[in-house]
């Protein structure tokens, strides 16, 4: 009886030795200072600079890396190819050409009002550089609203997160400005042109 207790015994510890080693092995594929932000996570609250924050390109075969712009003041703007507002394309481009040593311009490409910007990275680069010669970055096609929002956004449009105040993008070529430090500094909303006096102003100050 003495010696069946024993090999029970025995086989527990060896289970238990087995999962230990499988936990310490699963566990070691996790870099430590890997950080893993979900856009509904606390963890956003944490990112107090704009520089954080990367995002794939428009060919998803690269990465824009916010903290490349340290130095000039980034200007993100949600864009779409069949919009009322689309030609404003037109004076994002120019004010790169003009001011870029000032300003980084970002367009982020969103379907989500009522779907004018429906067309695949391969449609939405052609466009942009046949009717406007865009040369500033485009990212990935994102969600600026809702459940699947992009974590970039959820950071400009909370308070919590951006330091000032809550904002909900309201429609196609609404605009945030970013300071040269990462820092937020001001929203526009879509009937602001890139080269009007109100967000040149904030640019070149």
Request: aromatic share 10%; glycine share 6%.
């Amino acid at each position: 009886m003495n010696k069946l207790a024993l090999i029970l015994s025995s086989l527990v510890l060896a289970q238990c030795s087995t999962r230990t080693k499988t936990e310490q092995a699963q566990g070691s594929n996790n870099t430590p200072n890997e950080v893993t932000i979900d856009a509904k996570s606390s963890d956003l609250v944490a990112i107090k600079n704009f520089h954080y924050f990367s995002i794939p390109t428009l060919n998803e075969q690269s990465k824009l890396k916010m903290s490349d712009y340290k130095g000039k003041k980034i200007l993100i703007v949600n864009v779409a190819s069949k919009c009322g507002f689309t030609p404003q394309y037109e004076g994002l481009q120019k004010l790169n050409e003009l001011h870029k040593d000032k300003v980084q311009i970002i367009g982020f490409p969103c379907n989500q009002f009522l779907g004018q910007e429906p067309g695949g990275k391969e449609e939405i680069a052609a466009f942009c550089q046949k009717n406007y010669g865009v040369t500033f970055p485009i990212t990935t096609k994102i969600d600026v609203k809702g459940s699947s929002q992009n974590e970039i956004y959820t950071w400009l449009t909370s308070k919590e997160t951006n330091g000032l105040e809550d904002y909900k993008v309201s429609w196609n070529f609404n605009k945030f400005l970013v300071d040269e430090n990462g820092k937020f500094i001001k929203y526009y909303g879509s009937k602001v042109e890139p080269m009007g006096e109100e967000l040149l102003a904030d640019i070149l100050k």
